[in-house]
C-alpha cells in the first residue's frame, strides 16, 4: 500500500520503518527540513534498537521516503497517518493545534472523490478523529476520507520490537471500506484474534485508558511500597505474592520513583482534563498523579533525615538521568525534580548517564557536575542515588562502590541492587519499599 506519515517522532518514524520493512511503499513528511535530510542520509534522530539498521536498509530499497511537502507526498496516498506531537497544554489538556494544521493542510491537497483513509495514531482527546473529518471536508465537500483511530503502544526502548510483536491492534473505525483497507495493512503484524475493531471515539479511549492503567498500578504499588517501609514487610517478596494472581499479573509491579515519560504523565493528566470537560472529577486518576509526583522526592526526603543539619556541600552522586533505561529521552524524568531539590538544599552533585548526559543538560541546574564516566561521578561521593537502573549500574562491582566513595549512603530508587551484599560491606542500603 502506499502510506504517507505525518510526524517523525517517535510514533511515526518507527510506524513508517516498519511499514517499510513490511512491503508498503511509505513517505514520511516532516515540516522541519533538517530532520528531514538527516532521515534521506539514513541517520536517525532518535536512539532506538534496530532502527537506524532497518531505515538505512529501506532507504536503499526504496521503501521509504522523507519529504518536507505534505501536498505532494499525500494525494495518492491510500492511506495517511497522522502522527504528530500533542504536548501538553498549560491546563493539562492535549494541545491540538499540530493535528488540526494537518488536517486543514490535508483537507485542501487530498483529491475530491478518491476514498483515502486518514489514520491518527497521535494520542488525542475523544472525538478528534470526528474532528478532523468535519476539519477536512470544510475545506473540501467532495472529499471521501475516513478518518479512523489506531493508538500506537510502542515503548520507548523496544519501539521496533513492541511494533513487529504487539499485544494487540486497535483499529477505530465506523466506516467498513476503511475498516478492512487498516485491517488488512496490519494484518501480519497480529493474529487476526488480537486485531481489535472498534468504533473511533473507543479506539481513542483504549489508548488513554491503557496508559492510565499502567500508571495508576505504578502509584498503586508504589504506595504499597510506602506502607511496607512503614511496617517492616518487603515489597520484593509482596509483589511476587500480589502478582502471581494472574488476574493482577507481574508486570509493571516495579516499585520505585515513579514513572515518567513522554506518555504517562501527560495521558493522565489529559485524561483528567477530558473527564473534567464532562464534569467529572477524576479523583483516582487525580490520585495516580499526586502520589507519583510525591513518590521521585523520597531519595531528597531520606538524604534529609540523614543529615538533620543540612545538605549543604554534601556530595552526592547521581546515577542515571534518563526517565528509564535504554533510552537518552528525559522528558518528565524524576532525575530533575531529584537534582534540582538536592541542589537547592545546597548538595554537591554529581551525575552520571551511559548516553543521556547531552539531553539532560539543560534541564539541569548549572551546579551540577556531568561525568562522562560513571566512577567519575562517585569519587568521593558520601551518598548514592540510583535514578535510572541501567545495566551498568546494576552490575557495578560493590568493592569499587566502596573504593570510590567518602560515605557509605546508597538509595536505590528502582530497586535494582542487591540489598543484601551492601549490606555486608557496610552500606547503609535505602530501597523503595524494601526491608
Ligand atoms: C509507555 C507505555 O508502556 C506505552 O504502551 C505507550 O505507548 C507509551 O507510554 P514508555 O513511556 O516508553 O511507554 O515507557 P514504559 O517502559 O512503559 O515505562 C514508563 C515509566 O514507568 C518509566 O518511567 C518506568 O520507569 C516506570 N515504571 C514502569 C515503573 O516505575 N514501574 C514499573 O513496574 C514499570
Redo the contacts with the bound molecule.
Sequence with gaps: MKLTIVGTGYVGLVSGVSFAELGNDVICVDKDEAKVEQLKQGSSPIYEENLEPLLQKNIANGSIRFTSSLAESAADSDVIMIAVGTPQAEDGSADLRFVHAVAQELGEALPANRPIVVVNKSTVPIGTAEEVETIMTAKNADLNVAVCSV?????????VK?TFHPDRIVIGSTVSWARERLVHLHESLADTDNIITTSTRSAEMI?YA??AF??L??SF??EIANICEAYGADIDEVTRGVGADRRISP??????????????PK?VQALISIAQQKDYAAGLLNATEALNAKQRLKPVEILSDRYPQGLQAVKVAVFGLA??PG?D?MR???SVDIIHELVKAGADVHAHDPIALNTAAPLLPRAVTMHEDAEGALAEAEALILV??WDEYKNYPINDLSAAMSGKIVIDG?NALDADALKEQGFDYYGIGRR
Design positions: 493508538p500506537e503502544f510502542l515503548r520507548e526502548g523496544s519501539a513492541d489508548k491503557s496508559n499502567l500508571a498500578k505504578i504499588v508504589n508486570h509493571f509491579l516495579n516499585a520505585g520513583l515513579g514513572y515518567g515519560g513522554s506518555c504517562f495521558d526517565f528509564k533510552t529521552d518528565e524524568a524524576p535510572t537502573e528502582r
